[in-house]
């Protein structure tokens, strides 16, 4: 059984601070991560997708692959409220590309 | 970045009757798209996956002859949920794969609700 694990939070940050989501996964053999944003009754937006160890920045966001400790993280800079969100963490394996998606971790920036 | 589009964004409807919802991607062909519904407060969990000229594979548990999907173009997958009652109602999203990159996208979602 594929899982991906997310922190249940939810997660307060105040604004202006670094906001950090972390998720593992359980099968060693996944090739693709990625990071969606879903607002409150709206459907998930991809933010971050990334493939190989190592860091990867987009604007504000940072993504971090480690596929030997099974984990990849985002990094949220400076948080706005406008960043206040759930964000899904979920993988892919094999050629069906089929997601599995973390449960989900709810994020308040309070201003 | 690619965009996918669905039509309805809301539907309400009797029980009993059949509920069209498509799923289009606007710039990119997508041979691969998928279903996915999404009780409130939960998880998005995946109905079945849908492939451009083929029949769509069904996750276990999911009716095939209830919620019928035709991939017929490049851009196009339509779900039709028939028969319908109160307990499908539901937030149903398509996604489109971006073979380059491995990416799904997802349309903005159709809300469902039976009477």
């Known amino acids: 059984q594929k899982e991906v694990e997310q922190n249940s939070g939810p997660l307060s940050v105040p604004e202006g601070a670094i906001a950090s989501l972390n998720c593992t996964y359980s099968?060693?053999?996944?090739?693709?991560f990625f990071w969606y944003r879903q607002y409150s009754g709206k459907s998930p937006e991809l933010i971050m997708s990334i493939y190989s160890n190592g860091d990867k920045e987009d604007g504000r966001f940072t993504a971090q692959l480690n596929k030997a400790s099974q984990y990849v993280s985002l990094l949220i800079r400076d948080s706005q409220p406008s960043d206040s969100a759930t964000y899904l963490c979920?993988?892919?394996?094999?050629?069906?590309?089929?997601?599995?998606f973390g449960k989900g971790i709810t994020l308040s920036v309070r201003p | 970045g690619a965009v996918v589009s669905q039509h309805p964004s809301r539907v309400i409807c009797k029980s009993g009757t059949s509920v069209k919802i498509e799923c289009r991607s606007l710039?990119?062909?997508?041979?691969?798209m998928f279903w996915y519904r999404q009780f409130p407060k939960k998880s998005l969990m995946l109905m079945a996956t849908s492939n451009e000229g083929s029949k769509a594979t069904y996750e276990q548990g999911v009716e095939k002859d209830k919620f019928l999907i035709n991939h017929a173009s490049l851009t196009l997958s339509t779900l039709t949920v028939t028969s319908a009652h109160p307990e499908d109602s539901s937030f149903y999203i398509c996604?489109?794969?971006?073979?380059?990159?491995?990416?799904?996208?997802f349309g903005p979602g159709t809300r469902l609700t039976v009477l």
């Open positions: 979920a993988v892919t394996s094999g050629a069906n590309s089929k997601l599995t």
């Open positions: 996604s489109a794969l971006l073979v380059l990159g491995d990416e799904q996208f």
């Open positions: 099968d060693r053999g996944s090739q693709s």
């Open positions: 710039d990119f062909q997508a041979t691969t």
